[in-house]
């Protein structure tokens, strides 16, 4: 078992609840499997990484048990799984591995959900210049979600070196190489917070007021390009004993220069990650493909999403099971717009295969909860206002993940 983080003297006595109710339950020894033929779930679930798996890199003491419940005597799931992060730094192999690794059983890169797997949807950006920042493996990320043409953020600042004048270490006096010359950007794409913000910030910028073309004048033009951007997380819960920025506070950085420049909103085409209602529409046909992967063929009516944040996980499962709610009102129609998705063309979609009638939302206390503040930040995407209050309200709160396993077990009177 991964060594604790330091927790709060709170949340350690929830911490010590969970491991009574392990040992109780959950243990390998303590574990019974059953000799009668096992219910077939109409249920599937969605979890949160950071602040319910682990905490930075160390496994959550319940995880293991937890999931252990999920699998059948083989060791293979036997309820359908999908893991939805707002990480944007590394391809989707690599994450299923790395939770197949702290988990200790086998996690497909089918069942995880980037903050940036969404942006497949948007077919018709897949041909443009686009411009990526974050960190990380970024061309290999845009490249396997389709997009053809790119640029990373170092390419550009190494082809025009005079832009990145911040660090004085790194200032160059030399003229751009023509040999060097990058094409006029088309979209911009922002996969997670780069490491020197910076350079990107200034970059970015660059590029939104020349409209793509940095070799010319600024003119500030409006439109401006297009933006896809992922992950909205103001702050996230890592080793630290409180929570660190997240790309939502780079975004909004972002967006604060721009509008001071300008005297105009940033408009995002795409906004996607949680809690946008286009990842949790992704994530409900990822669940209906790994039942059928797993032999399930009856529909999958019920969604579960387990998170630590109520203004990404709670508020997006409540605002997707809100979209549930109008498109089967509307008799399932594909024309029910989603936020967060200006730039998805709703037509071009199939939404035969979405069958959820419910979707709940499981606050669990293990990451960014806090029991004296109730919630350490209030942030929420311009994009997303107004925010109704009981849309970032969870439909129950458990002290850990295994409280919430079995919770949902109890629910769904699921053994």
């Not at 309820?79 to 730094?89: D, E, K, M, R």
């Not at 997670?192 to 073309?213: A, H, I, K, N, Y």
Request: hydrophobic share 40%.
């Amino acid at each position: 078992m991964a060594a604790l983080i330091p927790f709060s003297q709170g949340m350690r006595r929830e911490m010590r609840k969970c491991f009574q109710l392990w040992t109780k339950i959950g243990s390998p020894k303590s574990r019974r499997f059953s000799t009668k033929v096992q219910q077939i779930p109409n249920f599937g679930l969605l979890f949160d990484i950071d602040g319910v798996i682990v905490r930075g890199r160390d496994v959550l003491p319940t995880a293991p048990a937890a999931f252990r419940k999920l699998l059948d005597k083989h060791g293979r799931f036997r309820v359908p799984t999908v893991f939805v992060t707002n990480a944007g730094n590394a391809l989707r192999n690599e994450k299923a591995e790395q939770l197949s690794h702290w988990l200790n059983l086998e996690i497909d890169e089918d069942q995880v959900i980037m903050a940036h797997s969404p942006l497949k949807l948007f077919g018709h950006f897949m041909s443009k210049h686009m411009l990526v920042s974050g960190q990380g493996p970024v061309y290999e990320i845009a490249y396997n979600l389709g997009f053809r043409n790119i640029t990373t953020m170092e390419v550009l600042r190494q082809a025009y070196p005079q832009l990145d004048c911040v660090d004085q270490k790194r200032r160059s006096l030399q003229p751009p190489s023509v040999k060097h010359r990058v094409a006029p950007i088309e979209g911009l794409m922002l996969f997670g917070e780069p490491v020197r913000w910076e350079t990107s910030l200034q970059l970015l910028l660059d590029v939104l007021m020349t409209g793509g073309d940095v070799e010319s004048s600024p003119t500030c033009p409006h439109p401006h390009l297009p933006v896809l951007a992922c992950n909205m997380d103001l702050q996230f819960m890592a080793e630290a004993h409180m929570p660190r920025f997240g790309h939502g506070s780079f975004l909004l950085c972002l967006e604060s220069l721009y509008k001071k420049i300008t005297g105009r909103d940033l408009i995002y085409t795409a906004l996607v990650g949680k809690p946008s209602e286009i990842t949790y529409y992704h994530a409900e046909t990822m669940v209906q493909q790994h039942a059928r992967a797993i032999g399930i063929t009856h529909p999958i009516t019920t969604l579960y999403a387990i998170g630590d944040n109520v203004h990404t996980d709670i508020f997006g499962m409540n605002l997707y099971s809100s979209y549930v709610q109008r498109r089967r009102r509307g008799g399932g129609s594909q024309r029910v717009a989603m936020q967060g998705a200006r730039g998805l063309d709703i037509s071009s979609q199939d939404f035969h295969g979405l069958t959820a009638e419910h979707c709940y939302s499981i606050l669990v206390k293990t990451g960014v909860y806090d029991e004296h503040g109730g919630h350490l930040l209030d942030h929420c995407p311009r994009d997303f206002l107004p925010v109704e209050a009981k849309l970032q309200q969870p439909s129950t709160t458990v002290p850990c993940i295994l409280h919430a396993i079995n919770t949902i077990f109890d629910q769904e009177k699921f053994e």
